[in-house]
């Protein structure tokens, strides 16, 4: 989405501050490199701690790349101008994919699958985007997979929320044996049917996704035996009353432990809706009784120097992080978590102290040398403005109840 200008290369946080009205304005500074970031939208592949430092802040790029600026109110309807925020929100899902892809050219991580959902050449990110990439992907799946070890012949279920061109499922069904388990991925038509179009362009995602597979005329929806991909505004569930089903989620087993993903997708919905979607699946769709869990990444920390910076510049393109200030910190994401009912564990960290406390020493060492950061303090600062923040209901604790940050990511 849209390029912002967060901090020049060897500035210090102290020294933040003093530049944040300087960066503001996109007054250059001579000699100096800048870092612009965009902030991740619907899909969930961690480009996100920041975009590459080339960027032009005249235009956007890749996921985030915008087309001219907004009209004013008296030049188009209201409706015009949503369909235009829904299309930025939209478009975010090739910037993931193009991050994930340098993550995994460079060897911080191994998706034979990544190089699939890329049109055109890939680019590869600076360092610092590209241990972000790495973090957020290997926080989210030792979570996932401690979801699936609980029990691990019992089928479960997991649910991707603006799920775009994750690849999850596809690495997940890579594995031998591949897990018990049926998937769903939930997003705009749009992104859906880019997604079923690269499935169908490639021999080795269709081997995962097997047969018999039913495809809509226009390509927006899949169903598979393990796996389903279906078009849908999440802001439709929102409205839902509450005690209601939906025959849209028709083949979502309500009767299966399921796990519920969110990466920087519902930070978009005001929230109310925000929350309303959360509710729907935790008090609406889902019996009491079904072991339920739900995981979060999204931005946090607006209130400082560097946060208002990003903040602003998102606002100057009209782009809001509609639940950022509502939930803004570590304590809200945990307290979040427990109003939507997930009372058995509900616990937040940033991204900063995943990659202190989950990533062991030998793997530190490895990813040191694959690519020299020089960025340190800037890494931590951005580090410190993401979080992953996650819940579970009905004592399935994913692990036999070890799904904290005490333990180290297995790699």
């Not at 639940?323 to 991204?351: C, I, N």
């Amino acid at each position: 989405m849209s390029t912002m200008i967060l901090v020049s290369v060897g500035d210090t946080p102290r020294r933040l501050a003093a530049q944040a009205d300087l960066l503001n304005r996109n007054i250059p500074r001579h000699n100096s490199i800048f870092i612009f970031a965009q902030i991740p939208m619907a899909a969930p592949q961690i480009p996100n701690l920041l975009s590459s430092r080339n960027a032009n802040p005249g235009r956007t790029r890749g996921r985030g790349r915008g087309r001219g600026g907004y009209s004013t109110i008296s030049e188009e309807t209201n409706e015009e101008q949503k369909i235009k925020k829904d299309k930025i929100v939209q478009q975010t899902d090739q910037d993931a994919s193009v991050s994930r892809l340098s993550a995994v050219e460079v060897g911080y991580l191994d998706d034979p699958f990544a190089k699939q959902f890329i049109t055109g050449e890939g680019q590869r990110r600076f360092p610092i985007i590209n241990r972000g990439t790495y973090v957020r992907t290997k926080a989210i799946d030792q979570l996932v997979d401690k979801f699936l070890s609980s029990e691990p012949t019992s089928k479960k279920q997991i649910i991707s929320l603006g799920a775009g061109s994750d690849t999850r499922y596809f690495r997940l069904m890579d594995r031998k044996p591949p897990p018990n388990l049926v998937y769903h991925e939930l997003d705009f038509p749009t992104n859906t049917r880019l997604k079923i179009q690269a499935i169908k362009r490639s021999p080795n995602l269709a081997r995962c996704v097997g047969t018999p597979v039913m495809c809509s005329q226009d390509d927006e929806s899949l169903g598979a035996p393990s796996y389903y991909i279906l078009p849908l505004d999440l802001r439709t569930l929102s409205l839902a009353p509450e005690g209601a089903s939906s025959s849209k989620l028709g083949d979502i087993d309500v009767s299966l432990p399921t796990l519920l993903l969110s990466e920087c997708c519902l930070i978009y919905l005001d929230p109310i809706a925000a929350d309303n979607v959360v509710k729907y699946f935790t008090k609406c769709l889902f019996p009491q009784s079904t072991p339920l869990g739900l995981i979060l990444y999204e931005p946090i920390n607006p209130f400082d120097a560097f946060g208002k910076v990003m903040v602003s510049n998102l606002a100057a393109r009209g782009i809001v992080l509609q639940t950022l200030h509502k939930y803004s910190s570590l304590e809200a994401q945990k307290e979040r978590l427990k109003t939507y009912g997930f009372l058995e564990e509900s616990e937040a960290w940033d991204v900063d102290t995943l990659f202190e406390k989950w990533i062991s020493k030998l793997e530190k060492e490895r990813i040191g040398k694959v690519e020299m950061l020089d960025e340190v303090e800037e890494w931590r600062l951005l580090a410190k403005h993401y979080c992953i923040a996650w819940g579970w209901r009905d004592n399935e604790k994913p692990g036999n109840g070890k799904s904290g940050p005490s333990t180290v990511l297995d790699v």
